[in-house]
């Protein structure tokens, strides 16, 4: 089964500090997405990579940004955190090119910006 | 552009009722269609796809039929239980040489009482 990890499952951080949410996948995808969830709104995507050190902006990168170092880790950054920036942040991994392919998602970090 | 429309609820239930939930989609060429379930604390799993028209993507006793014509990816369960109530997103993708990227719809939260 593919495995996707988010470092932390609730996380509270301040106006203004630097955030940084962690995920790493086990299946060697080369496509990997972070999205946020917000009630009434669904699913917006922020960034997507597909391949280690590409990125695309998403639906949403405004105040975001992302870092792709190593082909299982793909790294949100929050540059300056602001509290509309309270979220459910999902990652997802997939294969490449597999248009009937599913994203496999992690569990979510719900961060708290105070 | 490509898109999804999905009953939004919430919905309330009974045990043993039948459920559908909508969805219907705007899209170029042929893409793949998706259901997706998230139980409460956890992350989107895959709970049924089809690629193609007329395809019937069927798990856990849910079904969806893929119609082309009506563009509609329907959900069905003839008898829904306790354990069913989530929030449910369609979502698709789109075709060969498309992007990798899903579009999902605004999901529809069920919840199910004894």
Known sequence: DVKVTQSSRYLVKRTGEKVFLECVQDMDHENMFWYRQDPGLGLRLIYFSYDVKMKEKGDIPEGYSVSREKKERFSLILESASTNQTSMYLCASSPPGGYNQPQHFGDGTRLSIL | ?114
Not at chain 2, 84 to 112: N, P
Request: with cysteine.
């Open chain 2, 1 to 114: 552009g490509n898109s999804v429309t999905q009953m939004e609820g919430p919905v309330t239930l009974s045990e043993e009722a039948f459920l559908t939930i909508n969805c219907t989609y705007t899209a170029t060429g042929y893409p793949s269609l998706f259901w997706y379930v998230q139980y409460p604390g956890e992350g989107l799993q895959l709970l049924l796809k089809a690629t193609k028209a007329d395809d019937k993507g069927s798990n856990k006793g849910f079904e969806a039929t893929y119609r082309k014509e009506t563009t509609s990816f329907h959900l069905e369960k003839g008898s829904v239980q306790v354990s069913d109530s989530a929030v449910y997103f369609c979502a698709l993708r789109r075709g060969q040489g498309g992007s990798e990227k899903l579009v999902f719809g605004k999901g529809m939260k069920l919840t199910v009482n004894p």
